[in-house]
C-alpha cells in the first residue's frame, strides 16, 4: 500500500498502561492530536513530564517528541478530555474476574464517566480485550444513536510494543454502525497495514481467537517437549522440523516453563467463560490450559529432583522472573508461580531478573545474577533473557553448594555449563551430566 497521508484527529486515550500509553505516544507520532487520561495522578504527572516508567524500547522518545511537538498530553480528568474528541480509545485493564471472565468495572467506570460528554459522532473505541457482547453492552450503557461503538482489539507485544503497533500485521476494527469501523481504520492509514474490518462481535471475537491459538501452540509444544523426554528425542530438533512448515510457523513453538504473562491466562479463563455462556464445552482449550497447569508441575518435580528429593530447606537461585525477557512485566509471570510453589515447599530462594528489583514475597531479589548462585543447590534458568548465556558459569558453579542447572527455556549452552563442573537439564532435551 502506498504511504497514505493522515488527516489530523482529536483522539483521547483513556488508560496509560503498556497498550493506552503506546496507542496515544504512536497515534501522535502519526500526527494526531492525542491527549491521555490515567486515574492515577501521580503516573500523569510523571508522564507529563516526560517520565516513562515501562519498560518498552522507543517508547519514551516517542513521549517526549509528542510533548515536544505539542500534540500529546497527559491529564487526570476523562470527562473534560473528551469533550472535542473523535475517537475516545479505552484502554484499561480487563483482568481475570470471580468465576475466570474478564472484568469489565474499569471500562464501565469510564463509559459511565465520559457518556454524556462525548461529543456527537465521537467514535467510542475498546482497544481493551473485551468479551463478545461488549460493544452492544457499552452501546446499552451509553444510550445513545449518535456515538458509534467501535471494537479494535490490539495484538501489540510487551517489549516490542512500539514497533509493534507502528507496524502491524493487520489491524481489527468491528462495529454493528455503518461506516464507523472505517472511520476508525483510517486514523491507522499511514501504517500501510492491511486492515480486517468486519461488525463487533467478531473483532471482539478476533483477539481471543488469536490469543488463545497461540496458548494452545505453546501447550501443544510443551506436551511434545514432554513426549521427547519419554522417547528420547530431542525438542529443539522436533520444533526445527515443524517450523520449517510453513502452515505451522517457527514461533511460539519454544518449550518453557509453561505461558503465562497479563494476557494469556486471562484471555484463555475469558474465552472458556464466554463459551460456557453459550453451552459450547471448549475441551480442547480447557486442555490446553490444563496441560500449562502440569507443565509448571513437570518444572517443579524436576527441580525437586535436582535439589536432592526434598525442596524443604533447599536453597534455590532463580535466573528471571518477567513473563519473558525484553519485558518488566511480573504479571502472572509462570516464573513467580514456580517460585510460589518452590517457596510452600519450604526452598529458600533467590532471585534475579535484569528488568526487576526490590524484594518479593517469599524471596530475595538479587541485584545481580551471581548473587543468586551463592550456596545454591540448584539454579534455574526460568525467563529467556540473552545475558544469561553470557555469564561465566565457571564462576557461578564455584559460588554454588551444589551443581545442578535446570534450564527450563533451553536458552544456554550445555556444553559451557557441563565445563563448569555442573549438570544441565533441559526442557524435552536428553539431561547432560
Ligand atoms: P495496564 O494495567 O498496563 O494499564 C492500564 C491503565 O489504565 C493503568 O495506567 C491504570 O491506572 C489505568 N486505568 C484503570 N482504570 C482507569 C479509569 N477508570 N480511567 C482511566 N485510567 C484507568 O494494562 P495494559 O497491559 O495496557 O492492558 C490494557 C488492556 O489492553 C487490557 O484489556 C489488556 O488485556 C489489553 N491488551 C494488553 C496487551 C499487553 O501486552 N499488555 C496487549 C494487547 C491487549
Not at 496507542?23 to 492530536?33: E, I, P, Q, R
Not at 507529563?48 to 480528568?77: H, Q, S, W, Y
Not at 551443581?403 to 544441565?424: H, M, Q, Y
Request: net charge negative.
Amino acid at each position: 500500500m502506498s504511504a497514505a497521508r493522515t488527516v489530523a484527529a482529536r483522539i483521547v486515550v483513556v488508560g496509560t498502561g503498556y497498550v493506552g500509553l503506546t496507542t496515544g505516544a504512536c497515534l501522535a507520532s502519526l500526527g494526531h492530536h492525542v491527549t491521555c487520561v490515567d486515574v492515577d495522578a501521580a503516573k500523569v504527572a510523571r508522564l507529563a513530564a516526560g517520565r516513562v516508567d515501562i519498560m518498552e524500547p522507543g517508547l519514551a522518545e516517542l513521549v517526549g517528541r509528542g510533548l515536544t511537538k505539542g500534540n500529546l498530553a497527559f491529564v487526570g480528568g476523562a470527562r473534560d478530555a473528551v469533550r472535542d474528541a473523535a475517537a475516545v480509545f479505552l484502554c484499561v485493564p480487563t483482568p481475570m474476574g470471580a468465576g475466570g471472565a474478564a472484568d469489565l468495572r474499569a471500562v464501565e467506570v469510564v463509559v459511565a464517566e465520559i457518556g454524556d460528554a462525548l461529543p456527537s459522532g465521537c467514535a467510542l473505541v475498546t482497544k481493551s480485550t473485551v468479551p463478545v457482547g461488549t460493544a452492544r453492552r457499552i452501546g446499552e450503557l451509553l444510550g445513545r444513536d449518535d456515538v458509534p461503538v467501535v471494537s479494535n482489539p490490539e495484538f501489540l507485544r510487551e517489549g516490542t510494543a512500539v514497533e509493534d503497533f507502528l507496524g502491524p500485521e493487520r489491524i481489527v476494527v468491528g462495529s454493528d454502525t455503518p461506516g464507523a469501523a472505517e472511520r476508525v481504520a483510517d486514523l491507522y492509514r499511514a501504517l500501510g497495514a492491511p486492515s480486517v474490518v468486519t461488525d463487533a462481535a467478531s473483532a471482539e471475537l478476533v483477539k481471543y481467537a488469536a490469543n488463545c491459538f497461540l496458548a494452545m501452540k505453546l501447550s501443544y509444544v510443551n506436551a511434545i517437549a514432554e513426549l521427547c523426554e519419554r522417547l528420547g528425542a530431542d525438542i529443539d530438533a522436533v520444533t526445527e522440523g515443524m517450523g520449517h512448515d510453513r502452515r505451522i510457523g517457527r514461533s511460539f513453538l519454544k518449550p518453557g516453563p509453561g505461558w503465562g504473562g497479563s494476557c494469556l491466562p486471562k484471555d484463555t479463563s475469558a474465552l472458556l467463560r464466554i463459551a460456557e455462556s453459550v453451552r459450547y464445552d471448549f475441551g480442547l482449550l480447557a486442555a490446553a490450559v490444563d496441560e500449562n497447569i502440569a507443565q509448571r508441575d513437570r518444572i517443579i518435580a524436576r527441580i525437586a529432583g535436582a535439589a536432592g528429593g526434598d525442596l524443604a530447606g533447599a536453597r534455590i537461585g532463580l535466573l528471571g522472573l518477567a513473563f519473558k525477557a525484553g519485558t518488566d512485566d511480573l504479571r502472572d509471570s509462570p516464573a513467580l508461580s514456580v517460585a510460589s510453589v518452590l517457596c510452600a515447599h519450604g526452598a529458600e530462594i533467590t532471585a534475579y531478573d535484569p528488568a526487576v528489583a526490590g524484594d518479593l514475597p517469599g524471596m530475595t531479589v538479587a541485584d545481580n545474577a551471581y548473587r543468586v548462585a551463592k550456596g545454591a543447590d540448584v539454579v534455574v534458568v526460568l525467563t529467556e533473557w540473552p545475558e544469561f548465556r553470557r555469564l561465566d558459569w565457571h564462576y557461578l558453579a564455584a559460588l554454588m553448594r551444589g551443581d545442578a542447572v535446570v534450564d527450563t527455556r533451553n536458552l544456554l549452552e550445555p556444553g559451557v555449563v557441563l565445563d563448569a563442573g555442573l549438570s544441565w537439564q533441559g526442557i524435552g532435551r536428553p539431561r547432560r551430566a
